[in-house]
């Protein structure tokens, strides 16, 4: 009766045990860098905008990382402006980078206040926020989380 408990005991200790094992083999990995570099108008309407937008894509880490897709937010000017998912498969070589396109919607009625400051021509310089998760293909690593901040200019 008293080795019972000692089973479920030893039982127990070799299940943290090996989980503690696990988690030691769980990459450490530096977040990537993600930067705007391209955005293209797809579709304007009423109720709904759609935009091509290019990523820089930097890693800062010794391993390659596939990427399996993607979710991301952009805000403009401090105000939140579309956001995204995509699909597209890419893989970004170790202390390398890599371009990808993706699309970003947004709807006009919820930032209209926003973009009216901006066409009235109060800055030539708007800051933003690229925010979002990179969905990866790494044993112990499902995603990535990614935040960048950079300014672009207004063309007159």
């Given amino acids: 009766m008293y ?12 299940l943290t045990l090996l989980l503690a094992g696990c988690a030691a083999f769980r990459p450490q990995l530096a977040e990537p860098n ?3 570099v391209g955005v293209e108008i797809q579709e304007l309407g009423l109720f709904r905008q759609r935009y091509l937008l290019t ?3 930097q890693n800062p880490n010794a391993m390659a990382i ?7 937010t952009l805000q403009v000017a401090g105000a ?7 699909p597209r498969a890419f893989t970004v070589p170790g ?4 371009d990808v396109q993706v699309e970003m919607t947004t709807n006009l009625v919820s930032t209209l206040g926003k973009v009216q400051e901006l066409l009235a021509g109060k800055r ?3 800051d933003y926020q690229l925010n979002g998760r990179l969905e ?7 995603s990535i989380p990614f935040r960048n901040r950079g300014e672009f200019r207004l063309t007159e």
């Avoid at 080795?3 to 070799?14: D, E, H």
């Avoid at 202390?95 to 890599?98: F, P, Q, R, S, V």
């Avoid at 990866?136 to 499902?142: E, T």
């Fill in 95 to 98: 202390y390398g980078e890599t």
């Fill in 55 to 57: 990523l820089s894509v």
């Fill in 66 to 72: 596939p990427v399996r897709g993607m979710s991301y």
């Fill in 136 to 142: 990866v293909d790494l044993p112990f690593v499902s």
């Fill in 3 to 14: 080795r019972r408990p000692l089973g479920r005991w030893s039982c127990l200790l070799c």
């Fill in 80 to 86: 939140d402006f579309a956001k995204g998912v995509s």
């Fill in 34 to 36: 993600i930067s705007l």
């Fill in 124 to 126: 030539k310089l708007v």
